[in-house]
Structure formats: structure tokens, C-alpha cells
């Protein structure tokens, strides 16, 4: 059995970092894959080494020296080596970056060192086996990772080395120039590393214990989610809670490897564990997983006598996919029917969408409704127990909050309700109190 432990870049911002990553590796000999980003900020005032070397690179592509930025990162990185006691020759291979830095590194390349010093030194400091992204995360040239190549290269190295330190954030291309990914992209480094070897879990170490059920901007202190699915989690993330990309969950939903998010500075915390499927009575389980949503959407509402709701409906769609404006929502009445969308998406067109859907569908009437926030109650409980819907709207309408649309998938994971733009933040904390004890 292996785990794949990935660790933040705040988790490795310093040499007091390193250590609490060092315990956390040495107390569990099952992690023996070890994904690394950058040195993070130590301090709220503090730069990450990515942010400083993306300065680099705009010092030099508009002719001003970054000597000095070079200096700064320097010193961080030598503050970690010196702290820690080790041997890496950082002299000579920063020195041979600075020469490279203003002739011909390319930004990804440049970009990507943030990584791999951290992880050159994290491998000496653990004792592990320094394995670079670039002989083992393989792009194609359409900017996919090669799964097939990776893997295998991935899964040799593990069975070679016994223990490895992967550096985050970057692989190489078939031309074997350096790619970075999108910013973040350790995240999914570590996942494609523990879909590689079939990690028992991939764990991702950073500096909050887990996904929280609700924005800590809006409801104080809210608790960590202890166990959410997959598709939770989807649904959470669609909705606006930042959780991890996508991109990251993938390889790992993929193989049905359960993710495990967790603090670096509060190890014995057990974190969010995300997972296909939960098992019932597992006794951490709330009634609802989340509360999540966003604010800035417009409600459009089409009503026709004797409506032929395939038609018409269609006919709304395709002029929104004219205008490439997605339906977020879609609630359907007998000769009505309403589409959200989201204001970011129709910019300033809405009433170019309004009059061709007007044009396309005669309809009697076109409502709009802007200036519409959907607030969403996510759980995967919700759709065994009965009367969950006529508490939230109950709660809601105790509150003062007017609801503008209501939806539910048919996998019942979540009930979205759009509401005023001035209610959402009322509406969350309603929400959040009434349902997450
Ligand atoms: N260091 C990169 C960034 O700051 C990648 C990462 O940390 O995951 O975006």
C-alpha cells in the first residue's frame, strides 16, 4: 500500500515547514510518494517563489533587470538549506539558472524552478529519492498529459526507488521543453502521481483542515466537512466553493482513489476525506454536506399558452448557445419555463438574447429577473428524508428571504433556490444555522 502525500506551498514556505512535513512523512511509512510546489508565503506579506519568478520573467521581457528579485529568491532558498542543515549545492545550480535567466530559459521553464529547488531540497531533507516532473510527467503537444506515459513512468521510478520526491507544477513536452500547468497545477501533479502507482489515498496536505460546509467571509467559523462524495463536491465546486480543480480530482475519481485534504500546522486533524461513496452510519455525517452559491445571474422566463416545451425550449437554448452563454438552471412550468444564466457570462446582451428569443419563439411574454443570487443546500442525505425542501423554504421565508426560482437535480444532491443579490449572504447564514448542526 502507498500514499501519495502532496504538500502546498505553505506547507514547505520554510525550514520549520520542512520539518512538520518531515513528521508527517516519517509517521506514516506508507507515504512514500511525496509531490512538492514552491515555497509559499511564510507570512501574510510574504511572496510565493512562483509569483517572484513570473517578476522575473516580466523584468525581463520588458528589458529591466531582475537581478534583485533573483537575490530574494536566493535568500529564501538558502534560508531553508541553512536551516535545515543540507548539503545540496544550491550555489551551483542557481548560479547556472542566473545564467541561463536572461539567454535562454523560457518562462515555463523559469517559472517551474520554484519547484524544483523546493523539491531538490525536500528529497535530501526526507531521504527520498528526487525524481524530476520532467523525466516523469510527459505532456502532448495539445497540452494533455500522456496518462499512458506518465503512469508508466511514474510506477517504474516508485519501483525502482522505493520513495520518491516529485516536484509539482510542471512535466515536460514531447520536444522535452518544460510545460507548466495552470496555477495551483501541483494539486494535479499529485493526483496523476497517486492514480500512477493506485495510491491507497492521495493525500493533500495544506494550510486548512479540509473543505469547510460554508465561505468563512460570510458565516463564522464554520465547521470542516468530514466526509463528502465526488459528486458532492462537484456540485459544491459548480456552485462557487473553492475546492480543488477539476483537474485535480480526475485521475484520482477516477481510479476511485479517496482524496484526503489536511493541515500541515494540525496534523492530528483528520481532515475532509472525499470518496465515491460514504458509507451509511458512519456517524460524522450532517444532514446537509454544504451550503455554497454565488451571486450575479439573471432569470429568464418564457411564458406561452399551450407551450410545446420541447420545442420552444430548444429554441431558447440554441440562441443562448448562439450567444455561448450556458442555462446554469432550468425550471419548467406547464407553458412556462424559466433558463438562469450568469450575468458574467451574458455581459452586456441580454436584451440581444431577449429580442431573438422573442423572434425565434413568439412567445406571449419574456421575463427578467436580474440581479439574482442561487444559493445551494448540498447533501447527499437529502434525498432520503422527506419534507427537506418545505424546511429550507420554511427557514428561508422565517428570515424575510423572498425565493425567486427553486431547482433540484434529479439526483437530489442539491437544492438550489435564486434569491435577491442583497439576500444571498442572509441566505447562507440562515441556511448554515438551521442545517449544519
Ligand atoms: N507554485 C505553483 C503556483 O503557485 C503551483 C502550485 O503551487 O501548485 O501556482
Known amino acids: 500500500m502507498v500514499k501519495v502525500a502532496k504538500f502546498g506551498g505553505s506547507s514547505v514556505a520554510g525550514p ?72 545540496y549545492d544550491l550555489e551551483g545550480e542557481f548560479n547556472s539558472f542566473r545564467d541561463r535567466l536572461n539567454r ?3 518562462v515555463d521553464e523559469l517559472v517551474s524552478r520554484g519547484e524544483y529547488f523546493t523539491s531538490k531540497m525536500m528529497a535530501e531533507f526526507l531521504g527520498f529519492t528526487f525524481l524530476d516532473a520532467a523525466d516523469c510527467i510527459y505532456f502532448e503537444y495539445d497540452g494533455q498529459i500522456d496518462s499512458r506515459k506518465t503512469y508508466k513512468a511514474v ?36 493526483a496523476i502521481a497517486a492514480a500512477a502507482v493506485s495510491a491507497s489515498v492521495y493525500e493533500n496536505w495544506t494550510d486548512v483542515s479540509g473543505i469547510l460546509m460554508a465561505d468563512p467571509r460570510i458565516v463564522d467559523d464554520p465547521k470542516p466537512i468530514p466526509l463528502v462524495t465526488y459528486a458532492e463536491l462537484r456540485e459544491m465546486a459548480f456552485m462557487g466553493a473553492s475546492v480543488l480543480h477539476e483537474e485535480s480530482i480526475f485521475p484520482v475519481r477516477e481510479r476511485g482513489i479517496p482524496l484526503n485534504i489536511r493541515n500541515t500546522n494540525d496534523p492530528g486533524h483528520p481532515g475532509t476525506l472525499i470518496s465515491d461513496s460514504v458509507p451509511a452510519d458512519n456517524g460524522m455525517d450532517r444532514f446537509i454536506t454544504g451550503i455554497t452559491g454565488r451571486k450575479d445571474y439573471s432569470v429568464i422566463t418564457i411564458l406561452k399558452r399551450n407551450m410545446d416545451i420541447n420545442i420552444d425550449l430548444k429554441t431558447v437554448l440554441e440562441v443562448l448557445d448562439r450567444y455561448h452563454v450556458p442555462a446554469e438552471h432550468i425550471t419548467l ?21 431577449v429580442k431573438d428569443v422573442r423572434a425565434s419563439c413568439g412567445p406571449d411574454e419574456v421575463r427578467i429577473q436580474d440581479n439574482v443570487a442561487l444559493v445551494a443546500a448540498v447533501g447527499r442525505k437529502m434525498s432520503s428524508r422527506p419534507g427537506i425542501a418545505g424546511k429550507l423554504f420554511g427557514a428561508l421565508g422565517k428570515a424575510g428571504v423572498n425565493i425567486k426560482t427553486i431547482a433540484q437535480g434529479s439526483d437530489e444532491l442539491a437544492i438550489t433556490v435564486g434569491v435577491d443579490n442583497s439576500d444571498y449572504e442572509t441566505a447562507i447564514r440562515v441556511l448554515y444555522d438551521g442545517f449544519a448542526g
Open 16 to 87: 520549520e515547514q520542512f520539518r512538520k512535513v518531515k513528521a508527517i512523512v516519517e509517521a506514516d511509512h506508507e507515504r512514500r510518494i511525496v509531490v512538492i510546489s514552491a515555497a509559499g508565503k511564510r507570512n501574510t506579506s510574504d511572496h510565493k517563489l512562483t509569483d517572484l519568478l513570473y517578476l522575473c520573467h516580466a523584468h525581463i521581457t520588458y528589458g529591466v533587470s531582475c537581478n534583485d528579485i533573483a537575490d530574494e529568491i536566493f535568500t529564501r532558498l538558502l534560508e531553508i538549506r541553512d536551516g535545515l542543515g543540507l548539503s
Open 104 to 106: 535562454d530559459m523560457v
Open 155 to 190: 510506477a517504474e521510478a516508485f519501483d525502482q526507488y522505493g520513495s520518491i520526491v516529485i516536484p509539482g507544477f510542471y512535466g515536460s513536452l514531447p520536444s522535452g521543453k518544460i510545460k507548466v500547468m495552470s496555477r495551483g497545477g501541483s494539486d494535479i501533479s499529485g
Open 333 to 353: 412550468g406547464l407553458d412556462s419555463f424559466a433558463v438562469v444564466c450568469s450575468d458574467s457570462a451574458v455581459g452586456d446582451r441580454l436584451y440581444d438574447i
